[in-house]
């Protein structure tokens, strides 16, 4: 869109009441985004699909679309696959889990997402505690309000607290003060805030600018999490609005119904 001064937009994109054409320019402008490297903002437009599509779904499943399956073996659903949705909005709204397993010396040994915070743990296995609630940061929340790349600030600006010890894991004391500038200032002089690596690692402050290191250990591991799940998400809607045309453009040549007619209301 391009704007006047006054703000007022010369063009806009006009919504089709077509629900295959209006996700064919919906999916052309989120993947435009993706390939533009706004992943937050691209994203934020594909949760929003998702819940356009599960409530259109519900729309059409009295049409009995899944009668006819002679053009194609794939059958419409009356839901989107319910445990993946669940679980990818988990991971972009909050509620997923990190579990960890650690040796003696606290090396992380290996770890895993859990979208249910009952599973049973395995043999030396905690849940890793990112924002005082036992759960990891929404990725919505990770879209970071300072700059990222091409800058010497070693913190990120994020949207959600987190503890402190995880928000600056693996940074001695020295370095906190040093690097970070944790430190009390005074008129005859300076005292760091931290004077052991047990205060930092004991701390269950929440801060909302963390380390640069710590924002990518998190943002990697939830946006590992999300794109399988938005790729086979995306799969299935693709199906489902291929089988949908196809079987409309079928019924309107039989004669069954005009295609219009076929085209759910919202």
Do not use: C
Not at 63 to 90: G, H, N, W
Not at 130 to 151: F, I, Q
Not at 206 to 216: D, G, K, N
């Amino acid at each position: 869109m391009e704007d006047n001064p006054d703000g007022v937009p010369k063009s806009v994109i006009s919504h089709s009441l077509d629900p295959v054409e209006r996700f064919q320019r919906v999916m052309g402008w989120i993947n435009f985004m993706y390939m533009s490297d706004k992943f937050f903002i691209a994203t934020n437009a594909f949760m929003d699909l998702i819940g356009e599509i599960d409530v259109w779904l519900s729309d059409i499943k009295e049409m009995e679309f899944t009668k006819d399956v002679s053009y194609s073996k794939f059958k419409i659903p009356d839901r989107l696959p319910a445990k993946t949705v669940k679980e990818i909005r988990q991971i972009w709204y909050g509620n997923a889990y990190l579990y960890q397993k650690r040796n003696r010396h606290m090396e992380i040994l290996d770890q895993r997402i859990i979208y249910n915070p009952f599973t049973k743990l395995r043999s030396n296995e905690t849940i890793l505690d990112v924002n005082g609630k036992g759960s990891l940061p929404a990725l919505m929340h990770l879209n970071p309000r300072s700059k990222t790349k091409d800058d010497t600030d070693p913190r990120v600006l994020i949207q959600e607290p987190l503890r402190f010890d995880v928000a600056y894991d693996g940074f001695d004391s020295d370095q906190l003060s040093q690097v970070f500038g944790f430190k009390w200032v005074f008129a005859d002089g300076e005292v760091q805030m931290f004077n052991s690596d047990e205060q930092v690692m004991t701390s269950d402050a929440l801060v909302m600018e963390i380390s640069r290191e710590a924002y990518h250990k998190i943002i990697r591991l939830l946006v590992m999490e999300f794109k399988p799940r938005r790729y086979y998400v995306y799969n299935i809607i693709t199906n489902i609005l291929k089988t949908y045309r196809r079987t409309i453009d079928l019924k309107s040549l039989q004669g069954i119904a005009p295609a219009s007619d076929m085209v759910a209301s919202y």
